[in-house]
């Protein structure tokens, strides 16, 4: 199985602050990456997908890079419902895909 | 609108079962594979099973393979997972997704674009 490490596990922020939250795959994924947002109590929100391509409806703060085995998401200008705990997801091996442990961004 | 609703949930006692589905709407429900995808409680996302678009091949995380299985009836729109020889360490919110592009389950390059609102299942005596 391919293991995907998020970091860090959690990180806090201030609103307007900008965050980098990383995801290392285990073997070479090429960018078979997605980004996805979760609050609690609710579903997973897809926010990137194929590494760097942003979902429908989805803020152009957030951004991702990366390819191989590093990825990247970024989070600009940070705004109050973006504090939320955030996993990385791989389709490489499709169809045993695999999720980070999740990053969860708190407000400092 | 495109939606996805999950419903069966519940508490069972371990070695029991439980039959999970997941209604879709708003979009042609055979285009596209399926996912169960899970979360114990207080903990990160599990992919359980999948399927392709259409009622076709099905796949299995090795935690549950051979104790579940996973169907879809394309006359109602909806998802199945059957759960059986349930285990307490297969508590957890149930929720199903849709994928973004592929009708076959094991496309490489796809992600989650919709997902239900999740079902709770409980196994404990």
């Known amino acids: 199985d391919i293991q995907m490490t998020q970091s860090p596990p959690s990180l806090s922020a201030s609103v307007g602050d900008t965050v980098t939250i990383t995801c290392r795959a285990s073997q070479t994924i090429s960018t078979s990456l997605n980004w996805y947002q979760q609050k609690p109590g609710k579903a997973p929100k897809l926010l990137i997908y194929a590494a760097s391509s942003l979902q429908s409806a989805v803020p152009s703060r957030f951004s991702g890079s990366g390819s191989g085995t590093d990825f990247t998401l970024t989070i600009s200008s940070l705004q109050p419902g973006d504090f939320a705990t955030y996993y990385c997801q791989q389709t490489y091996s499709s169809p045993s895909i695999t999720f980070g442990q999740g990053t969860r961004l708190e407000i400092k | 609108e495109v939606q996805l609703l999950e419903s069966g949930g519940g508490l069972v006692q371990p070695g029991g079962s439980l039959r999970l589905s997941c209604a879709a709407s708003?979009?042609?429900?055979?285009?596209?594979?399926m996912s169960w995808v899970r979360q114990a409680p207080g903990k990160g996302l599990e992919w359980v099973s999948a399927?392709?678009?259409?009622?076709?091949?099905?796949y299995f995380a090795d935690s549950v393979k051979g104790r579940f299985t996973m169907s879809s009836d394309n006359s109602k729109n909806t998802l199945y997972l059957q759960m059986n020889r349930l285990r307490a360490e297969d508590t957890a919110v149930y929720y199903c997704a849709k994928t973004k592009y592929c009708t076959n389950a094991s496309c490489r390059n796809d992600a989650f674009d919709i997902w239900g609102h999740g079902t709770m299942v409980i196994v404990s005596s």
């Open positions: 399927i392709s678009g259409g009622g076709g091949s099905t």
């Open positions: 708003g979009y042609t429900f055979s285009t596209y594979a």
